[in-house]
């Protein structure tokens, strides 16, 4: 167990809906990461927030947004939701802004 | 740019066989780390090592061991004694520490089966 933790595990919704994930990081991690899983692209990286505040943005789409709130928990919105955004969408934190990241056991989307 | 290449896509072995994993990387940063995690059926990307690129001293954890060798830019994990649990994908990952940030860049995983 990382001591991330990811809610839900499991999403089944539909194309146009709009979807919250939730991220906890570990007690004391400043910097949470999100990364999208999919067949077609592998791990890709999409947007990273240290302490409250967005610190770089990867491939992500402008469907989507995430933000950082006061307790350090995460939240990543997806709307407008289309078949390809299914996948698996981690979460990850660390303490500081090079630290070693450790992951959620992630959230598990299906667009249909 | 930062890159990472995992060429072999599946590797099948027999249990108490060694096996190595291999990464090459391409980056422009003179500061970065190299890590490998790994993703077993259950889904969870679970970290193994960081290395980074001032220490280029090989690493051992029991069956575990890594190869680092800047001057071929790759990173390799050898997996001593193979067993079953040892069924995953890999993946190596990179991150460059100029540009200022810390996101990691992924192969595209080597899938291990260890055949009992």
């Known amino acids: 167990d990382s001591g991330v933790t990811q809610t839900p595990k499991h999403l089944i919704t539909a194309t146009g809906q709009r979807v919250t994930l939730r991220c906890s990081p570990r007690?004391?991690?400043?910097?949470v990461y999100w990364y999208q899983q999919s067949l077609d692209q592998g791990l890709q990286f999409l947007i990273q927030?240290?302490?409250?505040?967005?610190?770089a943005k990867g491939n992500i789409l402008e469907r989507f947004s995430a933000q950082q709130f006061p307790d350090l928990h995460s939240e990543l919105n997806l709307s407008s939701l289309e078949l390809g955004d299914s996948a698996l969408y981690f979460c990850?934190?660390?303490?500081?802004?090079?630290?070693?990241?450790?992951f959620g056991p992630g959230t598990r989307l299906t667009v249909l | 740019a930062q890159k990472v290449t995992q060429a072999q896509t599946e590797i099948s072995v027999v249990e108490k066989e060694d096996v190595t994993l291999d990464c090459v990387y391409e980056?422009?940063?003179?500061?970065?780390?190299l890590f490998w995690y790994k993703q077993p059926p259950s889904g969870e990307l679970v970290f193994l090592i960081r290395?980074?690129?001032?220490?280029?001293q090989n690493e051992i954890s029991g069956r575990y061991s890594w190869n680092f060798q800047k001057s071929t830019s790759s990173f390799n994990f050898t997996i001593t004694a193979s067993q079953v649990v040892d069924s995953a994908v890999y993946f190596c990952a990179l991150t460059g520490l100029q540009t200022g940030a810390n996101n990691l860049f992924f192969g595209t995983g080597t899938r291990l089966t260890v055949i009992p």
């Open positions: 990850a934190s660390s303490l500081g802004q090079t630290d070693t990241q450790y």
């Open positions: 980056t422009r940063d003179t500061t970065y780390y």
């Open positions: 290395r980074n690129s001032f220490d280029e």
């Open positions: 927030y240290y302490n409250g505040e967005e610190r």
């Open positions: 007690s004391g991690d400043l910097s």
